[in-house]
């Protein structure tokens, strides 16, 4: 009975004119309407009047302070510097999508998606990767050919694992080849992107997992799954970096009704882990080699390791990866000393190894023709490297080192020796602003000299433009650098040069 | 009667279990209910079960191309050159906040905030500017004093009129100066900054007006507006830019219940515009004087008139704006020629002046305050650059000259002169990233020199390496200047070097 009454206790604004809708509640749902409530009670705090909030990020998210940001800076030169030097083009598209052009792209993750609340117009959702958005951007604008990056933040909500560098908002750095070319010298680029990347950022050892979606799909084919079960018996091989093959195992027969001799089958194949030998092993095995398609993938994935030995990259075939879009070549790096060997069952399935992985993708030649009215399609390769967890680590090697960090790039403060010289410090550091120099004043009407000598060694200032009574009366500065304590009088008018090459500007 | 199967048939998944609720539609909302169907059917196309949708970004957004990424990323670096220059830190935060965190802040613009779903868990908003979230970054890691910047997009559920540059997706350049310091010293380098930055990128003239809080609001005082009209009275005036004064007028006596002689007295204030000489024509109005707040507000005023002479930087006093959260200095830079005299009604109320507003910004020393368990005060100054009216002016300019703009920075294209040399230019164009080389090879096997040479002419690729099979027995690379066409062999182990010193690169 109290229900109604706490509802109306609960309601901010009053409903608008003309809401007549009446709602009967029944008794399920009241248990999680009751819940809700609750919570909400709980945010609003208590009957005392007083507006009481968690003061918080929202699930998931954080926020990035300046030495986080000047880690992350750092990281994204390195990766844009890569992307650059491949001649890479970039784009940017709109945080949301109409919800519909993520229908249907994501297969079981659908459910992660982040949709707008409905406020009168278009459904709208949170972008979930950069690569759908890229594909509609290529339909909308009938581009066929082009080799583009894009750098920003997509939206999932998982479960966060934020310690492990799993957010619920994340950056992605993605880099795509779409056009029609001959076979896999795109696909090779893209890998050898991931290792310079990879390399560059010195993140330790590493190593790229390859796969082709056509060796998963013609290996299920002669292991006797059903056409229809493909999709989800693929799913299911997806989850061997998450779960043992047991678990697998189980799901494929038990959940998904596949026949066990088919599952087991799949299961000699999908633990297989090699190099080049494999490859010629999978080239010999007459069983796999039934299927056309395996076939195609594996010559393919042979040129793709020539084309690899020439740009000095390695990586291991290893076939346990299938996700939704990809039609060709799928690949991973993943963090770690590399496996030559085949794994432990213990290595494989620890927890570390799953968020080990850091780049992700491969080939997916439809994707574009299912924004196309026509099913026109635009071949695409491309690769994401996923950032929070390479952030996570670059911030642990810094605190590791106890390096500091410096977030900003001041280089000269403009101080005063005595009192009552505001509008000569105001007058100076404008002088070097004009003249291209980065300055600060603080902000103290009369601040005292060793305060402004402080304020440079806890920010890594180098150097202290001083002026005084005399100075002015000279027509000089006096610069002052912080490390060493050495002062000499510069002419004013010289000023901005000397720090210019004191500190090594161009 | 037909209502139910229709809802039926658009129902893409099945309600979930213990979904019963059971909702009577009275007939006002039918029509809506009828109206937003019949869109929704619009969208899921006709009945031939092929599914068809509009291929578009949501209402008010864009897509950037790489040309309009080109020159946004040298606007933005530009402007972050000046924030950098003047010391500042940067910062990131979510896209989203929890709701409860942007409830209040914003007034009657409220209702313009984007409202994520509720799908379980936290209500949760996409930021609708980024001078909230920065208070509750400040309030949440109890942070006294910083000088940040922030670049960043947000939304706004606004009338989009995207051909004058207003988006409901859009990007701003923040930067703020938290703490408690001397009077006006930091409010004065936000307009320097304004200023520099208004200068660097070139958009031809513009205008800075400033006014302060505490003079409208001695303003409102004396002119006999009721305390508890304040706010409203105030919303009403910095509609000022959109409507005529009689229509704001209009407003004030007719929705918001104001005598028309106070009406009338404000009228006579926010038509006033002027420099130095207007401050101290007001510090000689005996009747506004008696306000003290406004008497604060106009000494204030009077303080960053002598800074900024200090600094070089020019302003207007303009009694018209008063955004919800600022307390003291407001400022707004609008572009178009400087109005020194009192501008006419013409002028000051069509539609281009106030889409001409590219930064705002101000004192607001009681948000933070807001996020406070114990409502403690960090007394805060920035300013705002809105990026896409910039954008727009930019991209303007360079259709305008129909200058060319590369889109990447590719210095050299490996290509082949005789067929079969695809491995040779792979291992080529690997031995020029690795040397920081910025190089591209096109991805066919056997491509034509010609279209090779092409490709750098179309794309702007300054010069080509050409291997043949006399160049590899012979150890060189032939690179050849794609405008002068000039060609020399060079020691292939010196190409990079070379490469390096002819694009001028350190």
């Known amino acids: 009975a109290w229900l109604p009454y706490r509802i109306k206790d609960l ?13 009967v509640i029944y008794s399920i749902q009241i248990t999680e309407e009751v819940r809700k409530l609750l919570e909400l009670k709980a945010q609003l705090g208590s009957n005392d009047g007083k507006h009481q909030f968690v003061l918080k990020t929202a699930k998931g998210t954080r926020d990035y ?11 994204f030169s390195a990766i844009i510097n890569c992307f650059k030097r491949h001649g890479a ?15 249907g792209k994501y297969g079981e993750d659908s459910k992660l998606i982040y949709d707008l609340k409905d406020q009168g117009g278009e459904l709208l959702s949170l972008r979930y990767d950069l ?15 082009i080799k583009r990056y894009h750098i920003a933040k997509v939206y999932r909500r998982d479960n966060p694992a934020m310690t492990r560098g799993r957010y619920r908002e994340f950056y992605q750095c993605d880099f795509d080849i779409a056009g029609q070319y001959d076979p896999m010298i795109p696909d090779a680029e893209c890998l050898k992107i991931v290792h310079e990347i990879l390399s560059d950022l010195k993140l330790g050892d590493f190593c790229i997992k390859v796969n082709d979606r056509r060796i998963l ?33 189980n799901e494929m027969v038990g959940e998904k009704g596949l026949a066990p001799e088919s599952a087991d089958k799949i299961g ?14 999978l080239l010999n095995d007459i069983s796999l080699c039934q299927s056309k398609v395996a076939l195609e993938g594996l010559n393919d994935l042979k040129l793709l390791f020539q084309y690899l030995t020439l740009f000095g990259v390695k990586f291991d075939l290893s076939l346990a990866r299938g996700l939704d879009y990809y039609t060709g070549v799928i690949y991973e790096a993943v963090l770690g000393p590399s496996q030559g060997a085949a794994p432990t069952q213990q290595e494989e399935h620890t927890e570390t190894s799953s968020v080990g992985s850091v780049a992700a993708g491969g080939r997916y030649d439809n994707l574009v023709g299912m924004f196309d009215s026509k099913g026109r399609k ?33 280089q ?20 070097l602003w004009n003249s291209g120099i980065k300055a600060e004043i603080t902000y103290k009407k009369n601040p005292k000299l060793l305060n402004q000598l402080q304020y440079c060694e806890e920010t890594g200032i180098p150097l202290v433009a001083i002026l005084g009574e005399q100075e002015l009366k000279d027509g000089v500065v006096k610069l002052r650098d912080v490390v060493t304590r050495e002062e000499v009088d510069i002419l004013r008018v010289n000023l901005a040069e000397q720090i210019k090459k004191r500190t090594g500007q161009p």
């Open 131 to 145: 690569t759908v958005p890229f594909a509609r951007y290529l339909s909308m604008n009938k581009i066929t050919n």
């Open 378 to 410: 635009v071949p695409c390769v491309g690769v994401s490297i996923g950032m929070e967890r390479i952030f996570s680590i670059l911030e642990q090697q810094v605190e590791g080192t106890e390096q500091k960090i410096r977030t900003t790039e001041t």
């Open 412 to 431: 000269v403060l403009v101080a005063a020796a005595q009192k009552k010289l505001l509008e000569e410090r105001m007058k100076l550091v404008a002088e």
């Open 217 to 249: 799909d013609g290996m299920f084919e002669v292991c006797g799954v059903p056409d229809d079960k493909f999709r989800t018996i693929c799913s299911s091989v997806d989850k061997l970096d998450k779960l043992p093959w047991e678990d697998v195992k």
């Open 268 to 281: 000699t194949y999908v633990q297989l882990n090699g190099g080049a030998e494999l490859i010629e092993k």
């Open 65 to 75: 302070n300046p030495k986080q940001m000047a880690i992350r800076e750092k990281a």
């Open 89 to 103: 083009e970039t784009i940017d598209t709109p945080v949301f999508e109409l919800k519909e052009t993520l229908t």
């Open 11 to 23: 309601v901010q604004k009053p409903l608008g004119k003309g809401f007549l809708k009446v709602c």
